[in-house]
C-alpha cells in the first residue's frame, strides 16, 4: 500500500496494535527514530474495529499486530489482520506475540503468505533485528521465528516431499523459513553462496515448484516443507 502519499525519507507507514502499553510506546519510540510514521491503536475493548479503521485511513505500508487482545485475549489480532488481508489483498502484516500458535500460523500462511511475519516478542533481543523483519515483510518477504518454524513442522503430519531432502537442504529450508537471504544462509552456515544456491535449486526441484515468474518459490517452498 505504498505510494505517493509514503512516510517521509523511505520510511514505512505503521499500524501498531498492542494491548500492553509500556511494549506499545516502546515500539512507537523505536520505530520512530528509525524513521517510520507510526499509528498505535489506543487502548480499549475496541482494538479490532480500530485497527481495522485506521488501516482505512492510513493506508499503512504494514500492520504490526499481538494475537491476543482484548476482550477475549485469544485470536482477536490474528482475526484482524486476516480479515485486513481479505479487504487489502497482499497488505503486508507482522504478528509479534509470546506464544506460539500453530493453529493461528497455519491460518495466516495459507493463501499468499507474501508479506506475512510471525516473530516472538521473548526472542526478539536485538531491536534492529526486529526492524530489519519489519522492512523485509513490507517488502513482500515470509518472516518466521525459528522458533514458529520448528513447531510447525512438527505439527504437520502430512508427507509433502520432506523426506527427500538431505539434512543440509532441510537447514537451508529453516532459514529461508525465517527470511534469511542466500548471502545470509553462506554466512550463517559456513558455505559459499554458490553451495547455497545448488541447495536452493535442488529444494525447488525435490519439492516440486517450477519455475514460475509470477510465483515467489521461496515462499512457496517454505509452505510446502510446513505442510501449511
Sequence with gaps: MTGPDAAPSGGLRVVLAEDSGILRDGLVALLTRRGHEVTAVPDGEHL????????????????????RMPPTFTDEGLRTVVALREQFPGLPVLLFSQYVET????????GDARGVGYLLKDRVVDVGEFAQALVRVARGETVLDPEVVSQLMGASQRDVGRARLSSREREVLDLIAQGRSNGAIAETLFLSQGAVEKNVAAIFQ?????YDAADNRRVLAVLRYLGT
Design 103 to 110: 493453529r493461528y500460523a497455519g491460518v495466516l500462511l495459507q
Design 48 to 67: 479490532e474495529r480500530e485497527v481495522v479503521r485506521l488501516a482505512e485511513e492510513s493506508l499503512p505500508d504494514v500492520v504490526v499486530a499481538d494475537i
Design 206 to 210: 525435490k519439492l516440486d515448484l517450477p
